[in-house]
């Protein structure tokens, strides 16, 4: 099983950015989708979640109205749309698929997002 996320980099506040998850290995309609980030000393935080019909999208208060989660099933893949981006946005991006079924959950490797003031 693989998770991959990309789409990270540096933008300035204000700006956008989208991550990709792209997941293989596993059978993707068994796994709700969650995106977590980590800031330097900071534990891992939830961001959002998207089950396999996309029709719950479930977000933290702190992006709420600014992040947007989505999946794309036949391609195995969830996307974070990230607007108006934060200096305190700052973190490393992972993806999580979660068994909705009590199966074993898998991690991805991170992609860091960096945003400038």
């Known amino acids: 099983v693989q998770l991959v996320e990309s789409g990270g980099g540096l933008v300035q506040a204000g700006g956008s950015l989208r991550l990709s998850c792209a997941a293989s290995?596993?059978?993707?309609?068994?796994?709700?989708v969650a995106w977590y980030r980590q800031a330097p000393g900071k534990e891992r935080a939830f961001v959002a979640s998207?089950?396999?019909?996309?029709?719950?999208?479930y977000y933290a208060d702190s992006v709420k109205d600014r992040f947007t989660i989505s999946r794309a099933n036949a391609k195995n893949t969830v996307y974070l749309q990230m607007n108006s981006l934060k200096p305190e946005d700052t973190a490393i991006y992972y993806c999580?698929?979660?068994?909705?079924?009590?199966?074993?959950?898998?991690w991805g490797q991170g992609t860091q997002v960096t945003v400038s003031s």
């Open positions: 999580k698929a979660e068994h909705q079924y009590g199966g074993r959950d898998y």
């Open positions: 998207i089950g396999w019909s996309a029709d719950s999208p």
């Open positions: 290995g596993l059978t993707f309609s068994l796994y709700k």
